[in-house]
């Protein structure tokens, strides 16, 4: 089975940067499309970032210019680089990756991020 786990997140202070990290089971160019989604307490999960397998990138608003979403396909591993950090940017970030051949989408258990202060 797919299996895509996070890791990075942690404490930091607003100004501070962090990079999480998703590995997945297989080779990620398996994935039409890979990308961070993230929740707050009291809202929906939203999209964060989202690369495609031509290496097309989208970010959401609040995040664009200071977040980076990339990949490393001989790790098979997918990376937010996360910089200027808000404390409106804490939530649970989770690893979300739709296969190729067949469209199943699939999601890590996620990583909390806090930023205070």
């Known amino acids: 089975q797919v299996q895509l786990v996070e890791s990075g997140g942690g404490l930091v202070q607003p100004g501070e940067s962090l990079r999480l990290s998703c590995a997945g089971s297989?080779?990620?160019?398996?994935?039409?499309?890979m990308g961070w989604y993230r929740q707050a307490p009291g809202k929906q999960r939203e999209l964060v970032a989202r690369?495609?397998?031509?290496?097309?990138?989208n970010y959401a608003d609040s995040v664009k210019g200071r977040f980076t979403i990339s990949r490393d396909n001989a790790k098979n591993t997918v990376y937010l680089q996360m910089n200027s950090l808000k404390p409106e940017d804490t939530a649970v970030y989770y690893c979300?990756?739709?296969?190729?051949?067949?469209?199943?989408?699939?999601w890590g258990k996620g990583t909390l991020v806090t930023v205070s202060s």
């Open positions: 979300h990756a739709i296969a190729g051949l067949n469209g199943m989408d699939y």
């Open positions: 297989g080779s990620i160019l398996a994935f039409a499309t």
């Open positions: 690369i495609t397998g031509g290496d097309s990138t």
